[in-house]
C-alpha cells in the first residue's frame, strides 16, 4: 500500500479512434512517421490513413521505414539523421511494438549528440543521463501485444555486440496513443497469437514482481482475464470485432502494468535469444521458455496464492494450487496452435544455452532482482534446456 502513480498519456481507445486524431492537440507542425519495412502498413492503407489524418490537421509529414521486427541500434541512428535533416518536431510510431519502440529511440536521439548506447543501462552501454529532452511521441499500434503505446519503455537491439536492453524515462511515454482495434483485423492469426502472449506474460510477470501494487494488480488481473476470454478467438477468425477488441485493451492494459509495475527475469531471458537471433519474434520466444520458467518459480515456492489467481483469471475457475496456471497457459497455447514452437527452427543450439543465460543477467540482469524469488544462472540453464526442442 505505499507506490507511485504516473501515466501522463492521452488514450483514444476504441473502433474508429483513427479517425479523432487531427482533432487532438498535436504537438508540432511536422511529423516524423516511423513505420516497419514490411509492406503491411502501406498495403492496408494504414499510413495513409495517419498521412490523411495529419493533412487533417494541417501538419507536414514525412516518413522513415527501416524498422525491422526486432529493432536494431543502426536504424535507430539513421531514423534520428532523418529526422534532424527534414526538421521534424514530433515522432509517430505507426504499427506494431517495434516500430513504436523505435520512435521513442529515434526521439531520443533526434535531440541529442553522441551513440544510442551511450544512454542506455547494462551490458557495453555507457548509462549516461539523456541531457535535452526527447521530441514528442504519438503511438498508434496496429498489433496487441507490447502496450508500449502506453508505457514509457523501448527495446533496442545492439546488432554488433548482440545485446537487446530495454531503455525508458518518464519523458517516453508518448504524449497521445491511438488503440483503434479496427486496425488490428488483418494481423495474421501466428502473429495475434505471438503478440497475444507478449501481452499476456507482461501482465502475469508484473503481477508476481516485488514491486506489484495494487493498482498494478488490478490492471494485470483484468488483461490476463481479457486474453483468456479471447484470445483463441482472435486467432481463429481475425475478423471477430470483438475479441480484437478484448486483446487490444488487454494489451493496452498490460503496457499500463509495464508503467506500474515492471517484467522480471522471463523477459531477459528471452532477449538473450533473439539479441542472437534476429528473426526470432519476441512473443514466440516468450512462448517457448514460459511453461518450463514458470514451472520453476512454483517449484522454488514463488507466491502461490497469485499463480491460483492467475490460473482463475485465464479461465480455470476451479484452481486450488500454483501449477493450475501452468495447465491453464499450456492449455491456451494449445488452443492458439503455438505449443510446439522449436527453438532449433530459429538456429539455437542446445550446446549454446549457457551462453544465453549469462547474456540475459549480463545485458538485463536488473530484472531478476525483481523476481518473486531468486533465480541462479543454474536454474536459467535448466529454464533453458526444458524448453529446448
Known sequence: MNFNYYIPTRL??????????HQQSLPGEKALI????????RENGYLARVEEQLDLAGIKHCVFDKILPNPIKKHVMEGASFARDNQCDFVIGLGGGSSIDAAKAI?????????Y??????????????????????????????????????????????????????????????????????????????????????STEGYI???????????????????????VKAVADGRNENARADVALANTLSGMVEST??????????????AYHHQLP?????????LAYYKKLIDKGACPDRFIAMAK???????????????????????????????????????NLRKYAVNARRTMGGLFDLDPVNLTEEDCIDILTESYR
Not at 526521439?107 to 551513440?115: I, Q, S
Open 12 to 21: 483514444l481507445f476504441g473502433k474508429g479512434k483513427l479517425n479523432e486524431l
Open 34 to 41: 516511423v513505420i516497419s519495412s514490411g509492406k503491411s502498413t
Open 107 to 115: 526521439a531520443v536521439m533526434a535531440t541529442n549528440e553522441g551513440d
Open 117 to 202: 548506447w551511450d544512454y542506455v543501462s547494462g551490458g557495453t552501454a555507457k548509462g549516461k543521463t539523456v541531457p535535452n529532452q526527447p521530441l514528442p511521441i504519438i503511438a498508434v499500434t496496429t498489433t496487441a501485444g507490447t502496450g508500449t503505446e502506453i508505457d514509457p519503455w523501448t527495446v533496442t537491439t545492439h546488432e554488433e555486440n548482440s545485446e537487446k536492453i530495454g531503455f525508458g524515462y518518464d519523458a517516453l511515454f508518448p504524449v497521445i496513443a491511438v488503440v483503434d482495434p479496427d486496425l488490428m483485423l488483418t494481423v495474421p492469426p501466428t502473429l495475434t497469437a505471438y503478440q497475444g502472449f507478449d501481452a499476456l506474460f507482461h
Open 209 to 231: 514482481a516485488k514491486v506489484a501494487n495494487p493498482i498494478s494488480e488490478l490492471y494485470s488481473l483484468k488483461a490476463i482475464e481479457l486474453i483468456g476470454k479471447s484470445l
Open 261 to 274: 509495475s515492471c517484467c522480471i527475469s522471463e523477459h531477459s531471458l528471452e532477449h538473450a535469444l533473439s
Open 282 to 290: 519476441h512473443g514466440a520466444g516468450l512462448i517457448m521458455i514460459s
Open 313 to 351: 483469471a485465464l479461465g480455470k475457475s476451479e484452481a486450488t494450487a500454483p501449477m493450475d496456471f501452468v495447465a491453464a497457459l499450456a492449455k491456451l497455447q494449445e488452443d492458439c496452435h503455438v505449443a510446439n514452437l522449436k527453438m532449433s527452427d530459429y538456429s539455437i543450439e542446445k550446446d
